[in-house]
Structure formats: C-alpha cells, structure tokens
C-alpha cells in the first residue's frame, strides 16, 4: 500500500470499468479497517456495510440503478460491492432529540466513511465509485435492511481496467475564504 495520504488523494478517481479479478481478501479487510477509523459525530459510528459478493445481488442493484447510470454495469461486474448504510436518528441526536441544525447527521458520517474506504483502495491498487442514483427502497428489500437503518450508496471495488484523466479543479483561490465568505 502507499503511504501517502496526499497522493492517494490525488490519484483517486471514480473508476466505472473494472477487471473480474478477485480483491485479495487482506486488501478487503485493510479497507474495511479504514472504514472503520473514520470520523463520527459524537463517535456515534453510525455505519453499517453490506459486503455484496454474490453475482445474482450484484445484478438485482445493478438492475434498479437510475436509467443511464454509467456505474449499472460496475455494480453488477465489480468482484465486491459495498452498500454504505447509516443507523437513523443516531448522528447528530442527543438523549433522543435533534442536536444539529439538520435532520439526521448520518449523510455527513457516511460521507466521511465513504472516503475512507475509496482512499484506501486506491492505496491497495483498487477502484471505486461511490453510486447513489438507484432505488434504495428496493435495494434496501434486497440486502434485507432492517426498519432504523437507511441506505444511502453503494460502492463497487475492483482492479481498474482503465485509468481516467483527473477532472479539472477549481483554484483555491475560488472556494477558499479567510476570515469571511
């Protein structure tokens, strides 16, 4: 694995195009460990992940993605897909109640974990995609989701089979404010 956070930063991309070669399960279970270490709202560690193997629930999700989807046939060819899902009303709540300004802070949680498992498998030598245009309700039927839990995305890891060119950024200089917006 690489030991630079920042150039696994820079060389991540949103991989749609995927060998059949199996993920070593050492590498599977490191990026389950970074998933693991990520950050939490009040360390609420409000994820839960469905390690999808099986190609028959690989091609059932892939086969409910939004119509277009370039990631339909990654879900349904990726040696692994992840369904990333949250515990309802448990980031960001206190005592029962709403602590934060937003309804539920499992978006945000998810988000943080959700870059943890895609870094850590382009150190591994793996893609990723984070997908979540499908019908979740559907999904969640599938994967068996239990009342209280939402899912949120699905990540596919694979070998890549190709090697995108980095998007264009915008300059710092256009999102980065000091001391006021």
């Not at 696994?8 to 199996?22: C, K, P």
């Not at 899902?85 to 300004?101: A, D, E, I, L, P």
């Not at 382009?122 to 019908?135: K, P, T």
Request: with cysteine.
């Amino acid at each position: 694995m690489k030991n630079d956070c920042i150039e696994s930063i820079r060389e991540r991309r949103s991989i749609r195009r995927m060998s059949a070669q199996d993920i070593e399960p050492e590498k599977l279970q490191e990026i389950l460990t970074a998933a693991s270490w990520a950050p939490s709202w009040g360390n609420s560690q409000c994820w839960e992940i469905v390690v999808v193997h099986g190609q028959d629930m690989k091609r059932q999700l892939s086969e409910i993605l939004s119509p277009k989807n370039p990631a339909t046939r990654t879900v349904a060819n990726a040696p692994v897909v992840l369904a990333i899902c949250g515990q309802v009303h448990k980031s960001g709540w206190y005592s029962g109640r709403q602590v934060t300004r937003y309804e539920d802070w499992l978006m945000y949680d998810l988000g943080l974990i959700s870059q943890n498992i895609c870094l850590a498998a382009c150190s591994a030598g793996l893609g990723s995609v984070i997908v979540g245009a499908f019908d979740h309700a559907r999904a969640e039927e599938y994967l068996k989701i239990p009342s209280g839990y939402a899912l949120v995305s699905l990540i596919p890891l694979g070998y890549p089979d190709h090697a995108p060119s980095p998007p264009p950024r915008r300059a710092m200089a256009d999102f980065v404010h000091f001391e006021q917006f």
